[in-house]
């Protein structure tokens, strides 16, 4: 099954969850969800331990540093 969807997403483009703001598609509803929170919503669940700077994406907080 997680064979059949990465042969769909990855080696045929097929990006069925679709936002309904921007149209940006998605090919696993948990990405469209985060984006959705993150790009839509502004929020910024990752957290600096060390200041007070939050980001959208945990790449985001790794390379703060």
Same mark, same amino acid.
């Given at each position: 099954h997680d064979l059949k969807k $990465?042969?769909?997403?990855? $080696? &045929?483009? &097929? &990006?069925?969850f679709k936002c309904g703001i921007c149209e940006k598609s998605f090919s696993r509803r948990g990405n469209l969800e985060k984006h959705i929170e993150t790009v839509h919503e502004g929020k910024k669940p990752y957290h600096c331990e060390l200041c007070d700077k939050s980001f959208p994406q945990k790449g985001n907080l790794e390379g703060h540093n």
């Open positions: $990465h042969i769909e997403s990855v $080696h &045929k483009g &097929k &990006k069925p």
